[in-house]
């Protein structure tokens, strides 16, 4: 058995769990996106508010995700990484 299995898997591990904290961290912009939006829409008749506000709002939740929410995590996955590396 190699030793470093246990750190492998420990390291997908912590991949998995950081990219469902990314894509699952936040969804407040999006919301908040989609109620802006809502009036614009139903004054001009058209979903294209609508849309933009869901994907600036996505947009949105994914950057915060990424910077602030999970970057401990990100931090912890890029010194295991230099770890392996230098064994």
């Known amino acids: ?6 750190s492998l898997k420990r390291l997908k591990e912590l991949r998995q769990t ?3 904290c ?3 961290g936040s969804w ?5 996106g989609l109620l802006a939006a809502l009036p614009l829409g139903l004054r001009w008749k058209s979903y294209n508010p609508l849309v ?4 600036a709002g996505g ?12 970057s401990p995590l990100r931090d ?3 010194q ?6 230098e064994d």
Not at 1 to 6: G, Q, R, T, Y
Not at 28 to 32: E, G, K, L, R
Not at 52 to 55: D, K, N, R, S, Y
């Open 18 to 20: 950081y990219s469902e």
């Open 28 to 32: 407040i912009f999006t919301v908040v």
């Open 76 to 78: 912890k996955i890029k």
């Open 80 to 85: 295991m990484e230099e770890q392996l590396h």
């Open 52 to 55: 933009v506000g869901f994907l």
């Open 22 to 24: 990314v894509f699952s």
């Open 1 to 6: 058995m190699n030793e470093d299995e246990p």
């Open 59 to 70: 947009a949105g939740d994914l950057y915060r995700s990424y910077h602030y929410i999970c």
